[in-house]
Protein backbone atom coordinates (compact mmCIF):
# COMPACT_ATOMS: atom_id res chain seq x y z
CA UNK A 1 0.00 0.00 0.00
CA UNK A 2 1.39 3.47 -1.06
CA UNK A 3 0.85 5.88 1.71
CA UNK A 4 2.76 8.66 -0.02
CA UNK A 5 1.72 10.12 -3.21
CA UNK A 6 3.55 12.77 -5.14
CA UNK A 7 2.22 14.46 -8.06
CA UNK A 8 3.41 14.66 -10.86
CA UNK A 9 5.39 12.32 -11.63
CA UNK A 10 7.08 13.69 -14.25
CA UNK A 11 7.20 17.52 -15.33
CA UNK A 12 9.22 19.13 -18.10
CA UNK A 13 9.24 23.06 -18.16
CA UNK A 14 10.98 25.92 -19.76
CA UNK A 15 13.23 28.13 -17.79
CA UNK A 16 11.68 30.88 -16.09
CA UNK A 17 7.98 29.02 -15.37
CA UNK A 18 6.64 28.39 -12.29
CA UNK A 19 5.60 25.02 -11.04
CA UNK A 20 3.85 23.60 -8.06
CA UNK A 21 4.57 19.35 -6.78
CA UNK A 22 2.53 17.77 -4.19
CA UNK A 23 3.02 14.96 -1.82
CA UNK A 24 0.00 13.64 -0.55
CA UNK A 25 -0.63 11.01 2.51
CA UNK A 26 -3.50 9.12 3.99
CA UNK A 27 -1.99 9.22 7.62
CA UNK A 28 -0.89 12.09 9.58
CA UNK A 29 2.82 12.27 10.54
CA UNK A 30 5.02 14.40 12.41
CA UNK A 31 7.16 15.75 10.45
CA UNK A 32 7.84 16.44 6.50
CA UNK A 33 10.83 16.78 4.78
CA UNK A 34 12.19 17.77 1.08
CA UNK A 35 15.03 16.23 -0.32
CA UNK A 36 16.29 16.88 -4.09
CA UNK A 37 18.13 14.64 -5.81
CA UNK A 38 20.74 15.21 -9.24
CA UNK A 39 21.48 12.72 -11.48
CA UNK A 40 24.33 10.46 -10.23
CA UNK A 41 24.63 11.96 -6.47
CA UNK A 42 22.70 11.70 -3.37
CA UNK A 43 19.49 13.69 -2.12
CA UNK A 44 19.77 16.40 -0.46
CA UNK A 45 17.84 18.02 2.38
CA UNK A 46 16.20 21.49 1.30
CA UNK A 47 13.56 21.69 4.18
CA UNK A 48 11.96 20.12 7.29
CA UNK A 49 8.03 21.48 8.00
CA UNK A 50 6.70 20.43 11.51
CA UNK A 51 3.61 22.45 12.04
CA UNK A 52 0.22 22.31 10.30
CA UNK A 53 -0.27 25.25 8.08
CA UNK A 54 3.60 25.75 8.37
CA UNK A 55 5.46 27.80 5.33
CA UNK A 56 8.76 27.78 4.52
CA UNK A 57 10.64 29.67 1.93
CA UNK A 58 14.19 29.24 0.53
CA UNK A 59 15.22 31.38 -2.25
CA UNK A 60 12.62 31.07 -5.11
CA UNK A 61 11.44 27.57 -3.54
CA UNK A 62 7.66 27.79 -0.93
CA UNK A 63 7.13 24.70 0.61
CA UNK A 64 3.68 24.57 2.47
CA UNK A 65 2.97 21.38 5.42
CA UNK A 66 -1.02 21.05 5.17
CA UNK A 67 -2.89 22.17 7.73
CA UNK A 68 -3.84 18.00 8.66
CA UNK A 69 -0.28 17.57 8.21
CA UNK A 70 -0.93 14.68 5.61
CA UNK A 71 -0.13 16.47 2.63
CA UNK A 72 2.72 19.49 1.50
CA UNK A 73 3.36 21.46 -1.44
CA UNK A 74 6.13 22.68 -2.82
CA UNK A 75 6.27 26.10 -5.30
CA UNK A 76 8.99 27.09 -7.33
CA UNK A 77 8.87 30.75 -8.96
CA UNK A 78 10.78 31.39 -12.12
CA UNK A 79 12.48 27.88 -12.45
CA UNK A 80 16.01 27.58 -13.41
CA UNK A 81 18.33 24.91 -15.75
CA UNK A 82 20.01 24.04 -11.80
CA UNK A 83 16.71 22.91 -10.46
CA UNK A 84 16.58 20.30 -12.80
CA UNK A 85 16.87 16.96 -10.46
CA UNK A 86 14.13 14.17 -8.63
CA UNK A 87 12.03 16.20 -5.85
CA UNK A 88 11.59 13.65 -2.79
CA UNK A 89 9.20 14.21 0.04
CA UNK A 90 9.44 12.01 3.11
CA UNK A 91 7.05 11.62 6.12
CA UNK A 92 8.48 11.03 9.69
CA UNK A 93 6.34 9.34 12.29
CA UNK A 94 8.25 10.37 15.52
CA UNK A 95 8.51 8.02 18.66
CA UNK A 96 9.98 4.65 19.49
CA UNK A 97 8.56 2.97 16.39
CA UNK A 98 10.36 5.75 14.49
CA UNK A 99 8.97 5.44 10.67
CA UNK A 100 10.11 7.01 7.37
CA UNK A 101 7.49 7.03 4.21
CA UNK A 102 9.56 7.84 1.09
CA UNK A 103 7.55 9.27 -1.61
CA UNK A 104 8.39 7.93 -5.18
CA UNK A 105 9.50 11.35 -6.37
CA UNK A 106 8.33 14.17 -8.82
CA UNK A 107 11.59 14.09 -11.62
CA UNK A 108 11.99 17.61 -12.65
CA UNK A 109 13.62 18.96 -16.61
CA UNK A 110 14.08 22.78 -16.58
CA UNK A 111 15.13 23.10 -20.14
CA UNK A 112 16.74 26.67 -20.96
CA UNK B 1 34.31 18.77 6.28
CA UNK B 2 34.32 15.45 3.94
CA UNK B 3 30.72 14.44 2.67
CA UNK B 4 29.50 10.76 3.12
CA UNK B 5 31.71 8.34 0.95
CA UNK B 6 30.61 5.16 -0.27
CA UNK B 7 32.79 2.58 -2.52
CA UNK B 8 32.50 1.33 -4.97
CA UNK B 9 30.63 3.65 -6.90
CA UNK B 10 29.60 0.97 -9.30
CA UNK B 11 30.05 -2.72 -9.58
CA UNK B 12 28.34 -5.76 -11.57
CA UNK B 13 27.92 -8.80 -10.52
CA UNK B 14 26.17 -12.34 -11.71
CA UNK B 15 23.82 -14.20 -9.87
CA UNK B 16 24.35 -16.08 -7.12
CA UNK B 17 27.20 -13.72 -6.41
CA UNK B 18 27.38 -11.87 -3.04
CA UNK B 19 28.67 -7.80 -2.57
CA UNK B 20 29.79 -6.18 0.16
CA UNK B 21 28.99 -2.13 -0.14
CA UNK B 22 30.81 0.91 2.48
CA UNK B 23 29.77 3.66 3.54
CA UNK B 24 32.42 6.08 5.76
CA UNK B 25 29.60 8.73 7.62
CA UNK B 26 30.95 12.17 8.07
CA UNK B 27 32.82 12.45 10.80
CA UNK B 28 31.40 12.37 14.47
CA UNK B 29 27.94 11.23 13.15
CA UNK B 30 26.75 7.90 14.92
CA UNK B 31 23.64 6.91 12.72
CA UNK B 32 24.12 5.17 9.54
CA UNK B 33 21.05 3.63 7.55
CA UNK B 34 21.16 2.01 4.06
CA UNK B 35 18.34 2.42 1.20
CA UNK B 36 17.51 0.66 -2.01
CA UNK B 37 16.66 2.95 -4.81
CA UNK B 38 14.80 1.75 -7.86
CA UNK B 39 12.75 3.49 -10.62
CA UNK B 40 9.70 1.68 -9.53
CA UNK B 41 9.91 1.14 -5.89
CA UNK B 42 11.59 4.87 -4.62
CA UNK B 43 13.48 4.86 -2.06
CA UNK B 44 13.02 1.85 0.50
CA UNK B 45 14.90 1.66 3.53
CA UNK B 46 17.10 -1.40 4.71
CA UNK B 47 18.25 -0.78 7.99
CA UNK B 48 19.73 1.65 10.38
CA UNK B 49 22.66 1.48 12.82
CA UNK B 50 23.46 3.67 15.81
CA UNK B 51 26.67 3.03 17.95
CA UNK B 52 27.24 -0.82 16.50
CA UNK B 53 23.77 -1.81 16.77
CA UNK B 54 21.02 -2.23 14.30
CA UNK B 55 18.10 0.15 15.58
CA UNK B 56 15.33 -0.53 12.98
CA UNK B 57 15.20 -2.70 9.90
CA UNK B 58 12.83 -2.86 7.03
CA UNK B 59 11.15 -5.21 4.90
CA UNK B 60 13.79 -7.27 3.20
CA UNK B 61 15.11 -10.60 3.16
CA UNK B 62 17.95 -12.01 5.29
CA UNK B 63 19.45 -11.93 2.48
CA UNK B 64 20.37 -8.49 2.66
CA UNK B 65 22.81 -8.04 5.86
CA UNK B 66 24.59 -4.99 7.52
CA UNK B 67 27.24 -4.18 10.35
CA UNK B 68 28.71 -0.50 12.14
CA UNK B 69 32.09 -0.49 12.93
CA UNK B 70 33.28 1.20 16.35
CA UNK B 71 34.47 4.22 14.45
CA UNK B 72 30.91 4.67 12.75
CA UNK B 73 31.58 2.90 9.60
CA UNK B 74 28.85 1.11 8.30
CA UNK B 75 28.90 -2.03 5.44
CA UNK B 76 26.24 -4.11 3.48
CA UNK B 77 25.91 -7.42 2.15
CA UNK B 78 23.85 -8.71 0.05
CA UNK B 79 24.32 -12.49 -0.38
CA UNK B 80 22.95 -14.89 -3.09
CA UNK B 81 22.58 -12.11 -5.67
CA UNK B 82 19.14 -11.89 -7.95
CA UNK B 83 18.07 -9.61 -11.02
CA UNK B 84 16.01 -7.51 -9.18
CA UNK B 85 18.55 -6.54 -6.70
CA UNK B 86 19.96 -4.21 -9.08
CA UNK B 87 19.55 -0.36 -7.62
CA UNK B 88 21.35 2.26 -6.58
CA UNK B 89 22.44 1.77 -2.96
CA UNK B 90 22.38 4.91 -0.76
CA UNK B 91 24.03 5.61 2.92
CA UNK B 92 23.12 8.32 4.67
CA UNK B 93 24.16 9.40 8.13
CA UNK B 94 23.26 11.44 10.98
CA UNK B 95 24.62 13.13 13.84
CA UNK B 96 22.40 12.11 16.51
CA UNK B 97 19.41 9.75 16.52
CA UNK B 98 16.37 11.85 18.25
CA UNK B 99 13.40 9.61 18.25
CA UNK B 100 11.41 12.82 18.68
CA UNK B 101 11.89 14.62 15.50
CA UNK B 102 12.62 14.42 11.98
CA UNK B 103 16.16 13.50 11.65
CA UNK B 104 18.47 15.68 8.79
CA UNK B 105 20.01 12.57 6.68
CA UNK B 106 23.22 13.46 4.72
CA UNK B 107 23.55 11.12 1.71
CA UNK B 108 26.79 9.31 -0.35
CA UNK B 109 26.53 9.31 -3.63
CA UNK B 110 25.37 5.84 -3.70
CA UNK B 111 26.54 2.72 -5.03
CA UNK B 112 25.18 1.50 -8.52
CA UNK B 113 24.63 -2.16 -8.79
CA UNK B 114 23.90 -3.97 -11.83
CA UNK B 115 23.33 -7.90 -11.19
CA UNK B 116 23.31 -9.68 -15.12
Not at chain 2, 67 to 96: H, I, K, P, W
Request: glycine fraction near 10%; include cysteine.
Amino acid sequence: TQLLEQSPQFLSIQEGENLTVYCNSSSVFSSLQWYRQEPGEGPVLLVTVVTGGEVKKLKRLTFQFGDARKDSSLHITAAQPGDTGLYLCVLWRTGNNRKLIWGLGTSLAVNP
Amino acid sequence: KAGVTQTPRYLIKTRGQQVTLSCSPISGHRSVSWYQQTPGQGLQFLFEYFSETQRNKGNFPGRFSGRQFSNSRSEMNVSTLELGDSALYLCASSGYRDTSAANVLTFGAGSRLTVL
